[in-house]
């Protein structure tokens, strides 16, 4: 069984530009999350989405922004890029239920230069 | 008040001893999960344990354990017989069951873990 991938692996883009970063869970799962770890906030809730819907938002700017597809993939989308949003970002995907782990993906780091 | 405490930023383990990493939660739900993950250099999350907060056994997991104390609210992270490869980052993390916090993850700051030969 496949396990959850994100592409591109690794991005560099400069300050005002904006990026697209793309996940595809794992065959069957339908909730997709997304997270950015950096060295200095660790590891942070950006949204999670579920049959195309968002149904959870972290304490990120309206900059970061993210859709789902009908066949579970999805996209988060960052515009007007800062140098603070170098980070990696972690794609999971999971089953919906409280009980049930998230399985993440390999991450795409992101340099903002 | 941080959600999740995971007050060793670094340990060092001799390989073939075990090892505890200390996680400690905060939370008012009755209902939620507490996970562990392991983050080796390369960036994955690998996902080693669960523990339920309604599981009244301690969760295992090959040479993982997890130590729940529901009333002190800590689940640690015991790891037998290590190996180099253990040699990582170790995440705890919770998910919670009320209204609509319960579809993410808060994760600690982590534990980077050495194994010495």
């Known amino acids: 069984k496949a396990g959850v991938t994100q592409t591109p692996r690794y991005l560099i883009k400069t300050r005002g530009q904006q990026v697209t970063l793309s996940c595809s869970p794992i065959s069957g799962h339908r909730s997709v999350s997304w997270y950015q770890q950096t060295p200095g906030q660790g590891l942070q809730f950006l949204f999670e989405?579920?049959?195309?819907?968002?149904?959870n938002k972290g304490n990120f700017p309206g900059r970061f922004s993210g859709r789902q597809f009908s066949n579970s993939r999805s996209e988060m989308n960052v515009s007007t890029l800062e140098l603070g949003d170098s980070a990696l970002y972690l794609c999971a995907s999971s089953f919906d239920s409280l009980y049930n782990e998230q399985f993440f993906g390999p991450g795409t780091r992101l340099t903002v230069l | 008040a941080q959600k999740i405490t995971q007050t060793q930023p670094g340990m060092f383990v001799q390989e073939k001893e075990a090892v505890t990493l200390d996680c400690t939660y905060d939370t008012s739900d009755q209902s939620y999960g507490l996970f562990w993950y392991k983050q080796p250099s390369s960036g994955e999350m690998i996902f080693l344990i669960y523990q339920g907060s309604y599981d009244e056994q301690n969760a295992t997991e090959g040479r993982y354990s997890l130590n729940f104390q529901k009333a002190r609210k800590s689940a640690n992270l015991v790891i037998s017989a290590s190996q180099l490869g253990d040699s990582a980052m170790y995440f705890c993390a919770m998910r919670e069951g009320s209204g609509g916090s319960n579809y993410k993850l808060t994760f600690g700051k982590g534990t980077l873990l050495t194994v010495n030969p």
């Open positions: 989405y579920f049959s195309e819907t968002q149904r």
